[in-house]
């Protein structure tokens, strides 16, 4: 990229972290301290506010850049997780917004134990809520290192990692400072730049099509160079019996997944009621449905514009699609509109991971300190002494922010919507059982509980470390080690219904009784509301 590329974007990028860390400021003057408000917010947002911070939240690098640089380069099957991202809402608008919301106080666990020992439940769903809040923070580390990458022209990997390390900072800046309500605020504002950003994108991808939609389709097809099968299922899943199986597995996992994400059940307590947050989910899928309809647009568009060759030239995984599309719509390199679409466009996919990076984080935090530190303090540190909740969080996200980078450094060459799909996969494994068997299924036990977040969790991280995405291919983690011996690339097929299998087995052998007083009055609660925080 040219010096005007770089010093722009850098102006853009270094504006949105001035406006944000303002934000987070203001908002550190003006909090009381207590776990309401640095986790929730204090309960004080409105369902559009929070439609749009949940929109912000779940937008993340993974949509805007991995889905379009999958559908630039295999079309049709790319189109997966556009699909898969949007229809999960509809399992969480049905079975969960409503009921998380009158159950629950902070994170996941809180449902879960509103009905069986504390302390056994805590410390699994808090386990699980951290591991996939962890691979779900790689993915945006992985993106903004491409996006820093093609800024500065792909060849500098110092840059890179000194990007990661960036982002890990000002994530644990937001989350520790500001909390619940300076992440909100962050996330409406980069939800409403993403959107601006994606509409004037496409309207410029369409413009250069005269309006043809299957102008568009044809030009992508040709310049893919696969022709008419780049319009066709089959390009990335349709080769043999395990990539079928990945597609099916994959698909189940973006579906599921949705419901089982801490970031996301943890946008539902920042609301005063059920109902609000039912709306917020409304408002919600309005805006992701708009932005995943783009998605397509701009990934046939970057095929079609700058061309699938270009992209994977770039970015092997197509990570930078979106970015090279916008310079060419702009007028091309050494162009002053090319330099400007350019910028734009990475300042609001830097600005799109900063805030789904804080979302993340504040979840994760917040199960560590409310679910495991909580539930493993002495007995003498409840009554006052050691280390508060919010303190616990604070520290919390330093720790998980330096895991983060780890990570983000090791798998920088993988594509963020793949990694996307495998935090999916594990919270559909590992929370999705657990949550649905605690709010539908009288006799579920405690050891229901513990065995269905294990049987999900444990398998879906092992069939991940044993599959091809951590060794044995050229795109793998470790591609100079093969001890892969699971064929599929995303376990969501074998570890989804193991973690209901579990759950079951756990719940049918248990010799304790399920506490049917307990079990209707959270049915009370989870219904009607009634003694909801």
Known sequence: MSGDHQALALLLFSAFVAVTLGITTWVSRHRHGSAEEFYAGGR?????E?????????MSAASFLGISGLIALFGYDGM???????????????????????????????????????????????????????????????GAGS???LLLGGTSEAARSWTVVGVGALMVIYVSMGGMRATTWIQIVKAVLLMA???????????????????????????????????????????????????ISLGLALVLGTAGLPHILSRFYTVPTARAARHSVVWAIGLIGSFYLMTIVLGFGAAAVVGADEVRASSAAGN??????????????????????????????????LAVVAGITLASSASVAHDLYATLRRPADREGGGYSEVAVARIAAVGI?????????????????????????????????VLLYSLFWRKFTTRGAVWSVYGGLIPSVLLVVLSPVVSGSPQALFPGMDFHVFPLENPGLVSIPLGFLAGWIGTVTSSEPPDLARQAETEVRALTGAGAV
Not at 50 to 58: K, M, R, S, T, V
């Open 197 to 247: 950003g994606a509409i004037a994108m496409t309207v410029l991808v369409l413009m250069r099509f005269g309006g043809d939609i299957g102008q568009l389709l044809n030009s992508a097809a040709e310049r893919s160079g696969r022709g008419r099968e780049f319009l066709s299922p089959g390009l990335r899943y349709g080769g043999d019996w395990t990539a079928r199986l990945d597609f």
């Open 44 to 48: 004080l947002f409105s369902p559009m």
């Open 320 to 353: 930078t699609a979106v970015p090279l599309l916008a310079l060419d719509l702009g007028g091309g390199a050494g162009s002053t509109g090319g330099t400007v679409l350019f910028a734009v466009v990475a300042a609001v996919a830097f600005a799109t991971i």
């Open 401 to 433: 922010g330096a895991v983060a980078i780890g990570l983000g450094l090791l798998a920088r060459d993988l594509n963020v919507a793949f990694l996307v799909g495998l935090a999916f996969a594990v919270a559909a494994s590992a929370n999705l059982p």
């Open 50 to 58: 929070n439609g749009f911070a949940i929109a912000g939240d779940y």
């Open 147 to 149: 996006l820093v990458a």
């Open 80 to 142: 997966l997780y556009s699909v898969g991202f949007l229809v999960a809402w509809l399992v969480v608008l049905f079975l969960v917004a409503e009921l998380v919301r009158n159950c629950g106080r902070f994170t996941l666990a809180d449902v879960v134990a509103s009905r069986m020992k504390e302390r056994r439940v805590r410390i699994a769903s808090g386990t699980s809520s951290v591991t996939v809040s962890v691979l779900y923070l790689v993915a945006q580390m992985v």
